[in-house]
């Protein structure tokens, strides 16, 4: 249609547009693959692999909330194994970068898993899940915790030399402090923000809707919190950051990206339309026609303060 | 399963609170099998956010037919959308009953709202096996009759048909469930599930059972509907992908 350039750079990682598909919200791509075309995609994120497969949380897991929804999936999960045996040959099928995410519960565990994906060719890049608010152990404490996030990112750059990215927890005062130490130990990028930890009660039985008792917040409901630790990021570290919380549609995208991120991933909305990522590229590349954007990633943290 | 917009054609109140959704959607009805759901996008706009998920009540033609009653903000805007207005729906989702096989009479056993898969089963049913329908309820006005074959009823306050809970109705009727080939195929809430587990299983009752899980996508991807397995140790199957229907020795009800 024209010669708008839609890539953007993640560290040594070029995607094709800036649209990503968020962890835990495609699993390993085969039911989404029958509602978007991924090979449209910039880039798809998968399910937290943990080192042996995980059972998860017992229902509910989930519950809807005002313009949001509170999940406590409990990083269920195949495990490495059976991702790389009977997970990456559908993948392996399809032209777009496949990012894996790491979820452990010891700083051994994520260097472990590393070592063993990163051998597998199909894997483009990796995003380590320091701030799943959903398990007792590692996940969230770890994301809290500055000494621990420098030294899982340090541990892990030392297993692989694919693009390594952290994924941030917004469940913190200071989230530019954890991009910056990220950055200092070799991360090439940072995404934020995972979900924020939210409750909610039944009034009538006194009970937590979901079993968990707390839950990671996402949808639009968080989406001027994500902007705001994306700004405050953009603002104190010159990290690339992928912009992750409550995108709905094109315009939604365009706005993480001013606000300073150089990619986004499309997260709750896959569960509402799965067919929405491929249409928002085709949406992004009109935009950028109507008003004489020749490279979208001129709009990377191009905020008029 | 695919995204489609169809047209309601006519909305219907039952009985107190019960609604009946008629859609116009021949690339639907062509594919959906009894015990199929679909998830509905009820507004375009962030309230409510997620899709809700509804079994499918039965298929005429080009038809498809959805029973609900208002449990909140979701349901209520459902019951009044414009006729001629478009349904965006996503499915058709899941696994239905496994209807055919070797057996001469269909049980069909439901509480409250779990009726609504049943009107379909019954149409595909009929002419090829016997049918026998028991519907349970809390009162008069929570039991559904609507197009079922041969009806036995059971409220929990006696207001109509027989008093007590429609598990307690098949022990009844027992005699005549053991004089034949019989499958049982149940929908309801938990406890009624429950309850019926424990008979079938007492009795070798083969039945499959029509469960309920929050979910947030309905086909898999967001992990949101876990269900216990009975065969496989520790391990969760989901509602949506896996089920929703179960032949109930499988799952942890």
Redesign the interface.
């Given at each position: 249609m024209s010669k708008v350039d839609l890539s953007v750079k993640i560290g040594s990682l070029t995607l094709r547009n800036p649209i990503t598909l968020a962890s835990g919200t495609v699993g390993y791509g085969n039911e989404i693959s029958e509602f978007t075309d991924l090979n449209r995609l910039g880039g798809i994120v998968t399910k937290s692999l943990s080192l042996k497969p995980r059972k998860g949380n017992p229902p509910q897991r989930i519950v809807e909330t005002p313009a949001g929804m509170l999940n406590a999936i409990g990083l269920a999960n195949v495990g490495v194994e059976v991702f790389l045996t009977e997970k990456i040959p559908f993948l392996k099928q399809f032209d777009v970068p496949i990012i894996c995410n790491i979820a452990a519960s010891t700083i051994d565990e994520y260097v472990e898993c590393t070592k063993i994906l990163t051998t597998e060719e199909t894997i483009k890049a990796f995003e380590i899940n320091v701030s799943c608010p959903n398990v007792k152990e590692g996940g969230l404490s770890f994301g809290n915790d500055l000494n621990s996030v420098g030294r899982i990112t340090e541990k892990v750059r030392a297993a692989t030399n694919k693009p390594l990215i952290i994924k941030l927890s917004p469940n913190v005062s200071y989230i530019a402090d954890f991009a910056r130490v990220a950055k200092e130990n070799g991360a090439d990028a940072v995404s934020a923000i995972n979900t924020l930890v939210g409750a909610a009660f039944n009034i009538f039985t006194r009970k937590p809707k979901i079993h968990n008792v707390t839950g990671g917040l996402s949808g639009p409901a968080i989406k001027p919190i994500a902007i705001a630790k994306v700004l405050e990021i953009s603002r104190s570290v010159d990290i690339p950051i992928i912009g992750i919380g409550g995108i709905m549609d094109w315009r939604d995208v365009i706005e993480f990206m001013i606000a300073g991120s150089s990619a986004v991933q499309i997260g709750t909305l896959n569960f509402i339309d799965p067919s929405a990522p491929a249409k928002i590229v085709q949406q992004l590349e009109e935009h950028c026609v109507k008003n004489g954007i020749e490279n979208i990633s001129s709009l990377i943290a191009s905020y008029q303060l | 399963?695919?995204?489609i917009n169809s047209p309601i054609k006519e909305i219907l109140e039952l009985q107190d609170h019960i609604y009946l959704l008629k859609v116009y959607s021949p690339e639907l009805t062509s594919k959906i099998r009894p015990g199929q759901f679909l998830n509905i996008?009820v507004s375009e706009r962030?309230?409510?956010?997620?899709?809700r998920p509804f079994s499918v009540c039965d298929v005429d033609g080009d038809h498809l037919y959805l029973m609900f009653n208002i449990m909140g903000e979701g349901t209520n805007m459902l019951a009044h959308k414009p006729i001629g207005s478009t349904l965006d729906i996503?499915g058709p989702l899941g696994n239905g009953f496994n209807f055919e096989g070797d057996y001469d009479t269909a049980v069909i056993v439901a509480g409250g709202l779990g009726a609504a898969p049943f009107p379909f089963l019954t149409r595909m049913l009929d002419g090829k096996k016997n049918i026998l329908t028991f519907i349970g309820g809390r009162t008069k006005s929570d039991v559904i009759t609507y197009n079922f074959k041969n009806v036995e009823k059971a409220s929990d306050d006696g207001s109509v048909g027989f008093k007590g809970n429609v598990v307690q109705l098949l022990e009844k009727n027992l005699e005549q469930l053991k004089s034949q080939r019989i499958k049982l195929f149940a929908c309801g809430p938990t406890a009624m599930l429950r309850v019926l587990k424990d008979f079938c299983l007492k009795y070798e009752f083969d039945c499959e059972a029509s469960t309920e899980?929050?979910?947030?996508?309905g086909?898999?991807?967001?992990?949101?509907?876990?269900?216990?397995s009975t065969s496989e140790k520790?391990?969760?199957l989901l509602v949506c992908?896996d089920g929703p229907v179960f032949n109930i020795k499988d799952v942890v009800i």
């Amino acid at each position: 249609m024209s010669k708008v350039d839609l890539s953007v750079k993640i560290g040594s990682l070029t995607l094709r547009n800036p649209i990503t598909l968020a962890s835990g919200t495609v699993g390993y791509g085969n039911e989404i693959s029958e509602f978007t075309d991924l090979n449209r995609l910039g880039g798809i994120v998968t399910k937290s692999l943990s080192l042996k497969p995980r059972k998860g949380n017992p229902p509910q897991r989930i519950v809807e909330t005002p313009a949001g929804m509170l999940n406590a999936i409990g990083l269920a999960n195949v495990g490495v194994e059976v991702f790389l045996t009977e997970k990456i040959p559908f993948l392996k099928q399809f032209d777009v970068p496949i990012i894996c995410n790491i979820a452990a519960s010891t700083i051994d565990e994520y260097v472990e898993c590393t070592k063993i994906l990163t051998t597998e060719e199909t894997i483009k890049a990796f995003e380590i899940n320091v701030s799943c608010p959903n398990v007792k152990e590692g996940g969230l404490s770890f994301g809290n915790d500055l000494n621990s996030v420098g030294r899982i990112t340090e541990k892990v750059r030392a297993a692989t030399n694919k693009p390594l990215i952290i994924k941030l927890s917004p469940n913190v005062s200071y989230i530019a402090d954890f991009a910056r130490v990220a950055k200092e130990n070799g991360a090439d990028a940072v995404s934020a923000i995972n979900t924020l930890v939210g409750a909610a009660f039944n009034i009538f039985t006194r009970k937590p809707k979901i079993h968990n008792v707390t839950g990671g917040l996402s949808g639009p409901a968080i989406k001027p919190i994500a902007i705001a630790k994306v700004l405050e990021i953009s603002r104190s570290v010159d990290i690339p950051i992928i912009g992750i919380g409550g995108i709905m549609d094109w315009r939604d995208v365009i706005e993480f990206m001013i606000a300073g991120s150089s990619a986004v991933q499309i997260g709750t909305l896959n569960f509402i339309d799965p067919s929405a990522p491929a249409k928002i590229v085709q949406q992004l590349e009109e935009h950028c026609v109507k008003n004489g954007i020749e490279n979208i990633s001129s709009l990377i943290a191009s905020y008029q303060l | 399963m695919f995204i489609i917009n169809s047209p309601i054609k006519e909305i219907l109140e039952l009985q107190d609170h019960i609604y009946l959704l008629k859609v116009y959607s021949p690339e639907l009805t062509s594919k959906i099998r009894p015990g199929q759901f679909l998830n509905i996008r009820v507004s375009e706009r962030v309230f409510p956010l997620l899709r809700r998920p509804f079994s499918v009540c039965d298929v005429d033609g080009d038809h498809l037919y959805l029973m609900f009653n208002i449990m909140g903000e979701g349901t209520n805007m459902l019951a009044h959308k414009p006729i001629g207005s478009t349904l965006d729906i996503l499915g058709p989702l899941g696994n239905g009953f496994n209807f055919e096989g070797d057996y001469d009479t269909a049980v069909i056993v439901a509480g409250g709202l779990g009726a609504a898969p049943f009107p379909f089963l019954t149409r595909m049913l009929d002419g090829k096996k016997n049918i026998l329908t028991f519907i349970g309820g809390r009162t008069k006005s929570d039991v559904i009759t609507y197009n079922f074959k041969n009806v036995e009823k059971a409220s929990d306050d006696g207001s109509v048909g027989f008093k007590g809970n429609v598990v307690q109705l098949l022990e009844k009727n027992l005699e005549q469930l053991k004089s034949q080939r019989i499958k049982l195929f149940a929908c309801g809430p938990t406890a009624m599930l429950r309850v019926l587990k424990d008979f079938c299983l007492k009795y070798e009752f083969d039945c499959e059972a029509s469960t309920e899980c929050a979910m947030a996508c309905g086909f898999g991807i967001c992990q949101g509907c876990p269900i216990e397995s009975t065969s496989e140790k520790d391990h969760y199957l989901l509602v949506c992908k896996d089920g929703p229907v179960f032949n109930i020795k499988d799952v942890v009800i």
